[in-house]
Each structure stands twice: as structure tokens, then as C-alpha cells.
């Protein structure tokens, strides 16, 4: 996911560390807020999340993965977080 974040964005670096930082520093009220509207993301998300994105990278490639980015009809389902193969197939069907 690094590989592909760099590629996408020239600050990512700025972003991960940023992401890190707020991860170390929220105190508990902000763990609240971030749980009460759904944000929270835990390591099992975020394992879930590098899963499909390797899974599409090894299928795909970088070019395959970046198709994710040009449609919001190109969001994969939950089910296709799972199975990148489903997402990769769906988003290959005629949108007519």
C-alpha cells in the first residue's frame, strides 16, 4: 500500500506520519468521537483494507488498483474487500 500511496500522493509520507501521530497522540474523548461517527479504524480494517489492495496489485497491477480511483461505482462491496477477484471482474462488466 506504501508503494501505491507514493505513487498517488506526494505528500504521503506527510500523510502516514500524520495518521501515526493521531493514532499515539488522541486522548479519549477524540476515541469517542472517532467510534461515535464510525472513523475508528482497527488494525483488523486495516489488515482487511492492505489485503484487498495486494490481492488487486497482485491480479491487476498499479494500473488495475488505480481504476479504484476513477469512478465512485468502482468502490468495492464489502464482500469484494474479501475477494479482490469480484471487485476486479465487476468493475470489467459494460456499465451500459
Not at 472513523?39 to 491487476?60: I, K, T
Request: glycine share 8%.
Amino acid at each position: 500500500m506504501d508503494t501505491i500511496g507514493h505513487g498517488l500522493l506526494s505528500s504521503y509520507s506527510m500523510v502516514t506520519e500524520a495518521v501515526r501521530r493521531r493514532r499515539v497522540e488522541a486522548d479519549q474523548s477524540d476515541r469517542f468521537v472517532e467510534r461515535l461517527f464510525g472513523l475508528e479504524l482497527s488494525q483488523a480494517q486495516y489488515d482487511r483494507g492492505a489485503r484487498f489492495v495486494a490481492g488487486v496489485v497482485e491480479r491487476a497491477g498499479a494500473e488495475g488498483l488505480s481504476r479504484l480511483w476513477s469512478d465512485e461505482r468502482n468502490l468495492p462491496t464489502p464482500a469484494e474487500v474479501d475477494a479482490p477477484g469480484l471487485w476486479l471482474a465487476r468493475i470489467d462488466l459494460p456499465t451500459d
